[in-house]
């Protein structure tokens, strides 16, 4: 049977307008564009993915391509709707030329759009971000789904700041033992079993861990503002990911404490970004690391006599440690402030905060994520990732 045999003509599209009235464009991808819209009867937002499977620019294999993954993606959705961290599908109309995906509109917008508003998060919202993500890798991985394009862009913010994963254009459920060997995803965010392979016939494939290996990266990104595996040139930054050559040098890392390192974000991290995927934490070991253990009850009533006794020995150390922290602060100087601006975390959070505002819109352009970029503490690197980027300024003319 042919597609165009399976397919409903027009009726499907002339339904959804007749139910909605699109408006403007949120988001695009590659054969699809999301619109805010509004169902005329309720006058209630929603946002709507098109997909466009008549495309000219695309091959036929192309066009059965994105037919079969996008009712993948439509009945995956359709069995994980419902999750309090998942977009809900509210609708869904086919016609032989369009696709529409009718969703829960989401007003803050992207994870990524936030980060770079706020340049790095903290630990706490950083904490309550990636539970939450965690628990929904947890759910999809028990229902043997992955979702294989795990991002911050692809991860949405409600009104109240509660994050839902959306965009499950790449998921698939997994047979009982079954591997995959396709290479898909997004070049900073792709697991190294999936590069490597990629390059070798033989390798046995990749499962579910590689979404645990994303979750690494975003944490990461999350924290220190930047991504861990980052290269002008994307061979060198590939060479990165299967390596596992990542490090905790940047400035950022350096102003986290050494307890809270020890103790939460850093080890967190060690045991997401693990080249090897059979090492590397599952969702459930994840959420189990005391990171994720810290702040979940939300009022402690009773302190017993011996909470009591550990809360002002606590206090005590820690006042005696800020003291201490205090008399060794060296002074402000001038010649400190020139010497290396960079190294003194206040200005370094107005220059990045400077770079961002006036560079942020720059970020997302292009396939390979710049976002790195904005941190280079070099003019000229910065100036040459921006120009290679939006092809303003060629190689030559920056030596
Ligand atoms: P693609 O497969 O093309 O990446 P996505 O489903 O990720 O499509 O949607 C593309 C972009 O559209 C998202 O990154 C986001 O900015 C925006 N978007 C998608 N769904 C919603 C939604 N429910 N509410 C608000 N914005 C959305
Ligand atoms: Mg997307």
């Known amino acids: 049977m042919t597609r165009e045999d399976e397919m409903p003509d027009w009726e499907g599209a002339q339904e959804f307008y007749a139910k909605y009235d699109p408006k403007d464009v949120l988001g695009r991808g590659v054969s699809s564009i999301v619109r805010r819209c509004i169902e005329r009867k309720t006058e209630i937002e929603y946002a709507v993915k098109i997909i466009d499977i008549t495309s000219e620019h695309l091959t036929p294999e192309e066009l059965e391509e994105i037919c079969t993954s ?6 995956i959705l359709k069995q994980v709707s419902g999750h309090q961290h998942i977009i809900s599908l509210n609708d869904c109309y086919e016609s032989s030329s369009f ?3 009718v969703f829960d509109l989401m007003k803050r917008g992207e994870l990524f759009d936030y980060l770079t508003e706020k340049v790095t998060l903290s630990e706490k919202e950083a904490r309550s971000i990636m539970r939450a993500l965690l628990e929904v890798v947890q759910f999809l991985h028990s229902k043997n789904i992955v979702h294989r394009d795990l991002k911050p862009e692809n991860v949405l913010l409600d009104d109240d700041m509660n994050i839902k994963l959306s965009d499950f254009g790449f998921s698939l459920q997994l ?3 079954k591997k995959l060997k396709e290479l898909c995803g997004t070049p900073g965010y792709l697991a190294p079993e999936i590069l490597l392979c990629s390059m070798d016939e033989t390798h046995p494939g990749y499962s579910k861990e590689v979404d645990l290996w994303s979750c690494g990266v975003i944490m990461y990104t999350l924290l220190s503002g930047s991504p861990p595996f980052w290269h002008r040139k994307q061979m060198l930054m590939l060479r990165m990911i299967m390596d596992g050559n990542y490090n905790f040098d940047s400035p950022e890392w350096q102003d986290r404490s050494e307890t809270v390192k020890d103790l939460v974000g850093i080890s967190e991290i060690s045991h997401l970004l693990v080249v090897k995927p059979e090492n590397r ?5 994840a959420l189990a690391h005391p990171f994720f253990q810290q702040y979940v009850v939300e009022e402690v009533r009773h302190f017993s006599p011996f909470r009591k006794f550990k809360t002002i020995i606590w206090t005590v150390l820690a006042s005696v440690r800020i003291y201490y922290k205090y008399r060794r602060a060296k002074p ?17 959070k107005v220059i990045d905060g400077c770079a961002f505002k006036v560079y942020g819109h720059w970020v997302k352009k292009g396939l390979q994520q710049n976002r790195a970029a904005l941190f280079e503490n070099s003019p000229k690197a910065f100036l040459f990732s921006l120009g290679n980027e939006c092809g303003y300024v060629s190689e030559q ?3």
């Open 397 to 399: 003319r920056m030596e």
């Open 99 to 101: 696709y529409f995906l």
């Open 281 to 285: 934490f599952t969702a459930d070991q």
């Open 332 to 348: 402000l100087t001038k010649q400190v402030l020139i010497r290396d601006p960079y190294a003194i975390k206040g200005i370094r």
């Open 70 to 75: 996008t009712a993948q993606e439509i009945s």
């Open 175 to 177: 047979g009982p033992g």
